[in-house]
């Protein structure tokens, strides 16, 4: 059974820092681009960073370029997106999800109306206060 299982979320204040994690099970972990997503309230799916656990490529949304760092230990299945210095409109649900493609992964992160992504997991809620 596939599974990707986020954690890591909470209430912050502006300008504070929280850790999400994915931990994936299910699938070769090593084959696949992970990625973050997120969705506030009222607004489209927005893709947040992308790696590839192939070859460590990454993607970020101009939104979160040098405050979001992703990263991946293949060891233990999982992607980590360190959020830093973070800002009241970053308060959404983040959802992490699998692709096989990391051109498909990508073309997912830029269009909030292409569905690609293979599994997705449930969200883990971050909310800033300001």
């Known amino acids: 059974e596939v599974q990707l299982v986020e954690s890591g979320g909470g209430l912050v204040q502006a300008g504070g820092s929280l850790r999400l994690s994915c931990a994936a099970s299910?699938?070769?972990?090593?084959?696949?681009?992970i990625g973050w997503f997120r969705q506030a309230p009222g607004k489209e799916r927005e893709g947040v960073s992308l790696i590839s656990s192939s070859d460590g490529s990454t993607y970020y949304a101009d939104s979160v370029k040098g405050r979001f760092t992703i990263s991946s230990d293949n060891a233990k299945n999982t992607v980590y997106l360190q959020m830093n210095s973070l800002k009241p409109e970053d308060t959404a649900v983040y959802y992490c999800?699998?692709?096989?493609?990391?051109?498909?992964?990508?073309?997912?992160?830029?269009?909030?109306?292409?569905?690609?992504?293979?599994?997705w997991g449930n969200g883990t809620l971050v909310t800033v206060s300001s």
């Open positions: 299910g699938f070769t972990f090593d084959d696949y681009a």
């Open positions: 999800a699998a692709d096989a493609s990391l051109t498909r992964g990508i073309a997912t992160m830029r269009d909030p109306h292409y569905y690609g992504m293979d599994y």
